[in-house]
């Protein structure tokens, strides 16, 4: 099995900063795509941004120019830099992992979630 355990999430004034990580253990062969999303209450899930394994990024036009994601592969970890953090994005933040597990068997992992909250 494979789990995604987040952390760094919490509590910060407009205009702060806080940095998420995410690892990823398990049996694990590769990893393609790894990400964040965010969910706010009441609202959809939303793409935050993601890396593939290339370490090609894409964002959210409402986090561009303010997050920063980056990955080790060797460590089979992602990383959300977050600065400029607005109370637009409270919100509980979710690690995603495409994954190919040592059975060759590719599957698609969330971790259980680390709230972000910015205070006005």
């Known amino acids: 099995q494979v789990q995604l355990v987040e952390s760094g999430g919490g509590l910060v004034q407009a205009g702060g900063s806080l940095r998420l990580s995410c690892a990823a253990s398990g049996s694990i062969r590769s990893i393609n795509t790894m990400g964040w999303y965010r969910q706010a209450p009441g609202k959809p899930r939303e793409l935050v941004a993601v890396?593939?394994?290339?370490?090609?990024?894409n964002y959210a036009d409402s986090v561009k120019g303010r997050f920063s994601i980056s990955r080790d592969n060797a460590k089979n970890t992602v990383l959300l830099q977050m600065n400029s953090l607005k109370p637009e994005d409270t919100a509980v933040y979710y690690c995603n992992a495409d994954v190919v597990r040592m059975t060759g068997i590719r599957s698609n992992y969330w971790g259980q979630g680390t709230q972000v909250t910015v205070s006005s």
């Open positions: 890396i593939t394994s290339a370490g090609t990024t």
